[in-house]
């Protein structure tokens, strides 16, 4: 006899066969920003979010009541086994993956996980063993490639008149957290401040911008080698701020900070990285195209802010900025040429909120598609985390040049 585990899968299974639809349900384990993002991107398609779990019970309770979900958990465990639902977010930062995604397997679920997927490649891969041979669906969180303006770079690359044969990328962002110990003002720490609950420029930027540039190349990164620097060494304690928008924006008094209690930061702020990309209809090493990444631009030619270069046979495209490409420039000779992203790319991406939300929304839109064996585009998946992991792991180490599975 089937046990009671497979009896839900193989049902499971069978009910995305037959084509029936039914209302879907999930649990979102966090109560953070992204947890929100999570939760309102269900709700827009229809999922049922019948918790949502986290360790403080004043905070998940306000976070619950404020989006409608009937259950605010301090046991995440409870509640799966409780609920047994469809889907399962997990929107904690990294240091809790591992059991949820467990007993989320073993309960036939579908996962989303924000980025980091772990805190190292061996975990990473742990987590992607559990459950890719399963046939349930999991989804990777690193959402910025769903900005129109990385879909119309795909779609001018893909046009040899536009800059040639695509020879080279480079890559350069500012966007760091300021800590000059003369200021009058310091940052407060925050998970991003500590490797082990997965912060970190790696875990967190490098996660979207390998997402962002897979997607424009329509390439895989197949090595990557690089260094990381860690320029903030402790910082002051508030534990009121909890929201990771509201600590964005949160600078402290040195007067303030000196009363508070002060918390080691081991998470990198800067890195510099060299990626190979390949494409998948080769296996000629001869054909790579070398990637350069960096947090401090370093080129003249780049703005402040930053930019992505895209180098060519016949010319350059130029898209300045980290996560949103704009403006679009084309660099052929002496002539430039302003690129807008048409609107019909603009229109493809749902509109809920703001930026980051819609993102969020795009990522559940294809990843619903995906379990109900609809029509979608291809998204991010434990694979994939596991990948960039590798690659995280590698910049950390500066051990040199390391393959990455394709």
Not at 42 to 56: D, N, T
Not at 163 to 179: F, K, M, N, Q
Not at 295 to 324: E, K, N
């Amino acid at each position: 006899m089937l046990s009671e585990l497979a009896q839900i899968v193989c049902g499971s299974a069978e009910i995305q066969k037959s084509g029936m639809s039914k209302k879907l349900k999930a649990i979102v384990v966090g109560a953070g920003w992204s947890a929100e993002g999570h939760t309102k991107a269900f709700q827009h398609y229809g999922v049922e979010v019948l918790a949502i779990c986290a360790r403080k019970p004043d905070i998940v309770q306000k976070v619950a009541s404020g989006l409608g979900v009937p259950e605010a958990s301090t046991d995440w465990r409870e509640s799966l086994l409780k609920h047994k639902p469809d889907i399962v977010a997990l929107t904690t930062p990294a240091i809790l993956r591992t059991e949820v995604i467990e007993l989320a397997v073993e309960l036939g679920c579908h996962i989303i996980s924000e980025k980091p997927l772990a805190l190292t490649a061996v975990e990473a891969e742990h987590i992607y063993n559990l459950i890719k041979d399963t046939g349930l669906k999991h989804g990777f969180a690193a959402t910025h490639l769903y900005d129109p303006s990385v879909a119309y770079v795909r779609e001018l690359l893909t046009q040899e008149h536009i800059i040639g044969e695509l020879t080279a990328v480079d890559i350069g962002y500012s966007r760091r957290i300021p800590h000059n110990t003369s200021s009058k003002t310091v940052k407060p720490w925050n998970w991003m401040s500590s490797l082990a609950h997965g912060g970190g420029a790696l875990n967190n930027g490098l996660t979207h911008r390998l997402g962002m540039l897979e997607r424009m190349t329509g390439m895989k990164v197949v090595s990557a080698v690089g260094e990381a620097k860690t320029a903030i060494r402790e910082a002051p304690v508030v534990p009121e701020i909890r929201d990771f928008r509201v600590w964005r924006r949160k600078e402290i008094t040195t007067e303030e900070a000196s009363k508070l209690e002060w918390r080691v930061c081991d998470a990198e702020w800067d890195y510099s990285a060299f990626f190979k990309l390949r494409s998948s209809e080769t296996a000629n090493t001869e054909n790579n195209i070398l990637v350069t990444m960096r947090t401090h631009p370093g080129v003249p030619t780049h703005a402040p802010t930053g930019g992505w270069y895209f180098y060519g046979t016949h010319g350059t495209l130029v898209g300045r900025g980290g996560h949103i490409l704009s403006p679009l420039t084309k660099h052929v000779g002496e002539t430039t040429e302003e690129m807008s992203v048409p609107q019909t790319l603009t229109e493809d991406l749902p509109r809920i909120g703001d930026d980051i939300q819609n993102k969020w929304v795009a990522l559940v839109r294809d990843f619903l598609a995906d379990i109900e064996d609809r029509p979608h585009d291809p998204y991010l998946t434990f694979q994939d985390g596991w990948r960039y992991q590798i690659a995280i792991d590698t910049i950390r180490a500066s051990t040199g040049w390391t393959q990455i599975p394709g």
